[in-house]
Every structure is written in C-alpha cells, then in structure tokens.
C-alpha cells in the first residue's frame, strides 16, 4: 500500500518562502509524474504543479514564475518551493501522482498567511 507524508507547512507572511516535502513509500516512485495539489476552504482541490519522470515541470497559471517543483527518486521525494506567496496561496497541500491520483491521499501540510 502506497503512503505518502507531505511535511514542511507553516504559517508565513505575504512574500515569505516554504518548501514542502512529500515522501512516498511502497511504491516505484520515479516511474510515474508526480504533483501538489492544494485545497483552499471551500474549494475543490486543485492541481498546482506536476513533474514528470523525464522533469519535464508544468504548473498552474496562479503559481507560474513563483513555485517550482522538483523530485529526488533516490529518496522518493518531490518536493514543492514556494516564493512570493499571497494569502490566496493558504491551502491544505498535498501531493500525488499527475494529472489525476493514483493513491489514497495523504494527510496534507497546512500553509497559512500568517497575517
């Protein structure tokens, strides 16, 4: 059974910085595209940022030139740089295989404007 931790949300300021980790196990990780999806309050979730197995990255036009996504497969992690949030970036973030998900979801990190 495939499980995956996202880890590294917090609270931050408009403009601050996270980077958030999603760490898979049970699975061939590097086989498959991977992505972060977030969910908003009241909002369906959403696709923000997906990398395929050969790095080829495409993101949503909200998070374009401000978050970048990239993976290790050697320790089966993507991870998620997030710069020059805005306080509509605040979601739940979670991350699994792109476009649609493949596995049960985990239970997601937290960002939050902090202002």
């Known amino acids: 059974q495939v499980q995956l931790v996202e880890s590294g949300g917090g609270l931050v300021q408009p403009g601050g910085s996270l980077r958030l980790s999603c760490a898979a196990s049970?699975?061939?990780?590097?086989?498959?595209?991977m992505g972060w999806y977030r969910q908003a309050p009241g909002k369906q979730r959403e696709l923000v940022a997906t990398i395929t197995s050969r790095l080829n990255t495409n993101y949503a036009d909200s998070v374009k030139g401000r978050f970048a996504i990239s993976r290790d497969n050697a320790k089966n992690t993507v991870y998620l740089q997030m710069n020059s949030l805005k306080t509509e970036d605040t979601a739940v973030y979670y991350c699994?295989?792109?476009?649609?998900?493949?596995w049960g979801w985990g239970k997601g990190t937290l960002v939050t404007d902090s202002s």
């Open positions: 049970g699975t061939i990780f590097s086989i498959y595209a």
């Open positions: 699994n295989t792109s476009p649609h998900s493949t």
